[in-house]
């Protein structure tokens, strides 16, 4: 087995960072780009395991593809293939098998597409008879992931006559909704979402030239770094003020936890404030992606913290929560679930492991968000290449702390 070990106590650090391109915003141009039968290349798009697989896919004259364990790639690809004309199978790793994906089936079959489980029922892999979709009127549940509801969005302009999809109960993750639909604007496809409904009439998306801004959810892992460092800055590029992306939260959060953030021209400049909260508490409902690295540098820090809207964190590449609690209580700290979909730590230790090593579980925010730890004890990351998914050069910069 592969091993990273790590020991980095810093007393101040002073960085440049050039971020991986956004995952969310390159994998739904690849899809807007495919639908828009555009000539153009996407400028600056992720060059990561997920996004390449959705890209080998597309441009692939094959009719079975293995995604391997891209859960973004299959939501979208399903999508996709029901309604392109022909016979397909699409399957993947086998933690992928067991990722449920039968609202998005169910949602897809009641709208007209022809969609098969080739082995257990709900999972993966799934035989697909592309065909005209007659879309509709559907309802799905506010909490199902928002890639399922991006998967549709996606796709809805095409269908005979258009697609209603009417939201029950707490909506989450509704930044990714809104980036679903911004870039469908770009695209020149008009969606409301009103009260809860997302409405999109038959229309043609229209070839543009589509450039890819970096990822904020990578930058999570700077914040991290230097609020564990307590001094210094830290000048990631790429990044944008208004941006779509959900992540971008990290930057207000942190104010909390002892970073301050500037927006400038090339990217954002992170700064030291020395200010830290005594309790963090958030419901992360919205930007999940952040909840992993906010409690290990709470924990780190040893701030008592306080999280909601946890529940999607369950069916990620591993279960999210579960993992966090195994892994951090590796490094002394004793968490637990208050309630469904909350996870918490109130100052409760136990004794650490003499010899530290996380457990990533195929999941490349585990190894990423563990990283910093490193700043304040030794301990060593198990099967490293993981971060390849999002951010494949996340250890040779991380190195640049030891320069």
């Not at 799934?126 to 879309?135: R, T």
């Not at 009260?195 to 043609?204: E, H, V």
């Not at 780190?300 to 999280?307: G, V």
Request: glycine residues 6%.
């Amino acid at each position: 087995m592969i091993t990273k070990k790590l020991h980095n106590p810093l007393n101040s650090i002073s960085l440049e960072i050039n971020l991986p391109a956004s995952k969310s915003i390159s994998n739904r141009a690849l899809i807007l780009n495919a639908m828009s039968y555009s000539p153009y290349e996407i400028e600056n798009l992720a060059d990561c395991d997920d996004t390449n697989v959705l890209l080998k896919a597309l441009n692939s004259n094959n009719s079975t593809f293995d995604i391997g364990a891209a859960g973004t790639s299959m939501r979208f690809l399903t999508a996709f293939l029901a309604k392109t004309a022909g016979e397909w199978i699409i399957t993947g790793s086998e933690r992928m098998k067991n990722r449920p994906i039968k609202i998005l089936v169910d949602a897809l079959n009641s709208l007209g597409a022809r969609i098969e489980y080739v082995e257990k029922e709900g999972f993966p892999p799934l035989k697909i008879l592309g065909c005209a979709l007659m879309g509709g009127d559907i309802s799905l549940n506010g909490g199902v992931s928002s890639q399922y509801i991006s998967a549709l969005m996606m796709i809805a302009p095409y269908m005979i006559n258009g697609l209603t999809i009417k939201l029950e109960g707490n909506v989450i993750s509704v930044p990714y909704i809104r980036m679903t639909m911004q870039m469908m604007a770009e695209y020149g496809v008009e969606v409301t979402f009103e009260n809860n409904t997302i409405d999109i009439r038959p229309q043609i998306y229209k070839p543009v030239k589509y450039k890819v801004e970096s990822d904020w959810s990578g930058a999570s892992y700077w914040y991290e770094v230097l609020s564990l460092t307590g001094e210094g800055e830290i000048f990631l590029k790429g990044l944008k003020a208004n941006s779509t992306q959900g992540d971008s939260k990290v930057a207000d959060l942190f104010q909390q936890l002892g970073v301050n953030t500037s927006y400038q021209a090339e990217g954002v400049q992170l700064s030291s404030s020395g200010q830290y909260c005594a309790k963090f508490e958030y419901d992360f409902v919205n930007e999940p992606d952040l909840a992993q690295t906010f409690a290990v540098t709470c924990c780190m820090l040893h701030i008592p913290f306080h999280f909601k809207g946890v529940q999607s964190l369950k069916i990620k590449e591993t279960d999210r929560v579960a993992a966090l609690i195994t892994e951090l209580k590796k490094l002394g700290f004793v968490l637990f679930e208050p309630a469904e979909s909350e996870m918490a730590w109130a100052g409760e230790k136990c004794d650490p492991e003499t010899q530290i090593s996380i457990a990533t579980y195929e999941d490349h925010r585990m190894a990423m968000a563990f990283a910093p730890a490193a700043l304040k004890t030794a301990l060593s990351i198990e099967h490293p290449e993981v971060v390849s998914k999002s951010y494949p050069t996340f250890w040779d910069d991380f190195a640049k702390l030891l320069q």
